[in-house]
Nanobody
Framework: QVQLVESGGGLVQAGGSLRLSCVAS????????MGWHRQAPGKQRELVAT???????SYMDSVKGRFTISRDNAKNTVYLQMNSLKPEDTAVYYCNAAVSRSMMSVDDSYWGQGTQVTVSS
């Protein structure tokens, strides 16, 4: 199996910064796309940022210029640097990874358990 474990969430004042990390472990041959999603209370889960294995990135409009996604392929880790945080960024943040478990297998999608980010005004 494959496990994703997030860390780095917490409580921060508006304008502050946090860095989230997500480490993948287990039966991994190759990790392709990785991403961060978030879900605020009473709202649907939304895609925050994605990064390909080669480093191509995309962001939701509301975080462009404030958040940066990056990855370390050697460590099977994806990061989300969040700057200039706003109260509306408050949510549980989940990482997601498309993982192939062998050379012949297709990608399966795996999720972490989530980490809470709370931004106070």
């Amino acid at each position: 199996q494959v496990q994703l474990v997030e860390s780095g969430g917490g409580l921060v004042q508006a304008g502050g910064s946090l860095r989230l990390s997500c480490v993948a472990s287990g039966s991994i041959f190759r990790i392709n796309n990785m991403g961060w999603h978030r879900q605020a209370p009473g709202k649907q889960r939304e895609l925050v940022a994605t990064i390909s294995r080669g480093g191509s990135t995309s962001y939701m409009d509301s975080v462009k210029g404030r958040f940066t996604i990056s990855r370390d392929n050697a460590k099977n880790t994806v990061y989300l640097q969040m700057n200039s945080l706003k109260p509306e960024d408050t949510a549980v943040y989940y990482c997601n990874a498309a993982v192939s478990r062998s050379m012949m297998s297709v990608d399966d999608s795996y999720w972490g358990q989530g980490t809470q980010v709370t931004v106070s005004s």
